[in-house]
């Protein structure tokens, strides 16, 4: 089974720039994530998608970070301007949201690692 | 404020012996909890899920203790190798199927 695919791997830009990062989840995975790991943190979550609507996205900072996820599968996560504060591996994940079932596995993919200089 | 909190040292033991690393959380009341494994450079990885009315879980080497009184969870490896040399991250349930995750203990097994 083919895992959570992300891309860019790597990416440096300079503040004031933009940046976008796509994911292609695990087939069938309703729910799509996107966390913000912050070097020595834990990952934080930005924005949930449950198929392509948004079920939380009250840690995204909406004034420069939009997502979406068009047709429920693939999502492109934009930054638009960087901050220097933006550095950071930003990471998606997919889970297989089974309805009236508490605690299903998260599966990330290797995340993209960007650097605002 | 909900805090999550892991020890934010390294953990250095030697092989064969039982690693134990922790998890404290704080105004949380959280319907199952999560450890996954995280390798520099790569993602996440899930290890094992333990739900609030269950008290303990294992797998293998592994093993999963939830104390929803003193708010805590335990995370063992036991006969420790060097190849379970990573950072061990503690995540709760925040509400349709949202985790939220403490900041890791590295764990470091030497031979």
């Known amino acids: 089974e083919a895992g959570v695919a992300q891309s860019p791997r790597y990416k440096i830009i300079e503040k004031r720039q933009s940046v976008a990062f796509w994911c292609n989840p695990i087939?069938?995975?309703?729910?799509l994530y996107w966390y913000q790991q912050i070097l020595g943190q834990g990952p934080k979550l930005l924005i949930q998608?449950?198929?392509?609507?948004?079920?939380?996205d009250s840690q995204l900072p909406k004034d420069r970070f939009s997502a979406e996820r068009l047709k429920g599968v693939d999502s492109t996560l934009k930054i638009q301007p960087a901050k220097l504060e933006d550095s950071a591996v930003y990471l998606c994940?997919?889970?297989?949201?089974?309805?009236?079932?508490?605690?299903?596995?998260?599966?990330f993919g290797e995340g993209s690692w960007l650097t605002v200089v | 404020s909900q805090k999550i909190e892991q020890n934010s040292e390294a953990l250095n033991i030697q092989e064969g012996k039982t690693a134990t690393l922790t998890c404290n959380y704080t105004?949380?009341?959280?319907?199952?909890l999560q450890w996954y494994r995280q390798d520099p450079g790569r993602g996440p990885v899930f290890l094992l899920l333990?739900?609030?009315?269950?008290k303990e879980k294992r797998k293998e080497r592994l093993k999963v203790t939830f104390d929803t009184t003193l708010k805590q969870s335990l995370f063992h490896i036991t006969a420790s190798q060097p190849a379970d040399s990573a950072t061990y991250l503690c995540?709760?349930?925040?509400?349709?199927?949202?985790?939220?995750f403490g900041a890791g203990t590295r764990l470091a097994v030497h031979p």
């Open positions: 994940a997919s889970s297989l949201l089974v309805p009236g079932t508490a605690g299903n596995t998260i599966y």
């Open positions: 087939s069938g995975h309703a729910t």
């Open positions: 998608f449950q198929n392509n609507g948004v079920v939380d």
């Open positions: 105004n949380y009341s959280p319907a199952y």
């Open positions: 333990i739900r609030e009315n269950e």
């Open positions: 995540a709760l349930s925040g509400g349709y199927n949202k985790l939220i």
